[in-house]
């Protein structure tokens, strides 16, 4: 969806649509079957697996993970960071607004990224949120994560595109100050952003896009490369501020 070659359409949510025979094949997604420790959960116990995985999430495996991905294990134990022993995979839950899981990410050594099946999309909350200042909004569990380590209060997106319909929820469950869409550096995670965005707008007080400095893909790479939470306040002071406007007209 983030490739715009070979796209019969762009779709409303900022990415492309495909026709898999007609793509070219560098475009096709690779499907892989991966086992994992059970069986399909229904959507009434990935609560219960969620918690099962995070039982196992320790030691000097996750500081291992932490050290190379550029973060804190505190701010991955946060996102309710699990390990599915059977598969290797690393599990991250997607709630929605209330806390209530609704599927769980999972991430694999070699990088993959795939999700228990079962589930669906949710956002990656940590516990401990605040909404005391403003909310930053990032692109999958690690983006938040780094900004979590730089101090602020963040959620995270399940794509680029996904999870508009929680993010609303949020923001008007707790109407923080401010929110911050914090963009990949790529145009279909600026595109996912900016509808993001009009879409939060009638809910929040104020929405701001930024995305990281020339050169960086994500927040967790800037992060990486020693961005600060000075760096980010400069780039969320610098963007604009969107505020929705409501005239009144008066007839007769």
């Known amino acids: 969806m983030r490739v ?26 690779r499907m892989q079957v991966v086992r994992i420790s059970r069986a399909t959960p229904s959507r009434t116990d990935l609560d219960t697996l969620a918690r099962r995985y995070g039982q196992t999430a320790m030691g000097g495996e ?27 995979a690393w599990t991250f839950p997607m709630s929605d607004d209330s806390g209530k899981v609704l599927g769980i990410r999972l991430r694999f050594p070699d990088g993959r990224k795939l999700a228990v099946p079962g589930g669906r999309e ?4 940590p516990q401990g949120l605040a909404y005391s200042g403003p909310l930053l909004v990032a692109e999958g569990p690690t983006d938040t994560a780094a900004l979590l380590d730089l101090g602020y209060e963040a959620i995270g997106r399940p794509c680029c595109t996904g999870g508009v319909g929680h993010c609303i929820e949020i923001v008007r469950g707790h109407q ?23 879409a939060i707008l ?10 990281p400095p020339e050169g960086v893909k994500d927040a967790r790479e800037w992060k990486r490369v020693g961005g600060t939470q ?3 306040s400069a780039a969320i002071e ?10 009144v007209v008066r007839h007769g």
């Open 4 to 29: 715009a070659d070979g796209a019969k359409k762009q779709s409303a949510n900022g990415g492309f649509v495909h026709i898999l025979h007609e793509t070219p094949p560098e475009y096709r997604p």
């Open 62 to 88: 996750l500081r291992s993970l932490a050290a190379s991905l550029g973060l804190s294990a505190e701010s991955l134990l946060r996102l309710r960071i699990g390990r599915d022993a059977h598969s290797g």
């Open 122 to 125: 949710g956002l990656f909350i």
């Open 176 to 198: 923080p100050l401010a929110v911050v869409i914090v963009a990949d550096a790529d145009a279909p995670g600026q595109r996912g952003a900016e509808a993001l965005a009009t």
């Open 202 to 211: 009638p809910y929040a007080a104020s929405v701001r896009v930024i995305q």
């Open 230 to 232: 000075a760096d980010v």
């Open 238 to 247: 610098a963007a604009v501020g969107r505020h929705l406007s409501v005239k």
